[in-house]
């Protein structure tokens, strides 16, 4: 399937850190500009919002406050296959990039490699 980003686009930021979060947002919506940016800081409510709002790209924390962020993915991809979801994470051990890869993440970057490839990454996989 072929995507472009554009006034169509929704992405879909799962972090519990406010400040991150709106960041993100601000950042992507100057570099991308898609459609649209939602965010929430938790997983319970991602599973809702990706039911309710559908949106193509999620980006995805691991460490969140009530289910963790390879939990959702795999709830994610198990209900929405097409839904892209990039785990964007403080960590850098395989363990966990194996974990997520197996829960069907399309990708996984560490939050000290985004400046430089998240931006790329995104563009790559929509």
Not at 32 to 54: W, Y
Not at 67 to 91: M, P
Request: net charge negative; aromatic share 4%; proline share 3%.
């Amino acid at each position: 399937m072929c995507r472009l980003i554009n006034e169509n686009t929704t992405i879909l930021i799962v972090d519990d850190h406010v400040t991150l979060r709106r960041t993100l947002h601000d950042w992507l919506m100057l570099t991308m500009r898609p459609g649209q940016i939602i965010e929430t800081g938790c997983g319970a409510d991602a599973l809702i919002q990706v039911s309710t709002v559908s949106p193509h790209l999620v980006i995805m924390d691991i460490s969140l406050p009530d289910i963790n962020g390879i939990q959702v993915t795999k709830q994610i991809k198990k209900l929405f296959s097409d839904v892209l979801v990039v785990v964007l994470s403080d960590h850098e051990e395989n363990v966990y990039k194996d974990d997520a890869v197996r829960a069907g993440a399309d990708a996984y970057i560490t939050k000290r490699e985004m400046r430089n490839k998240l931006v790329p990454v995104l563009k790559q996989l929509l």
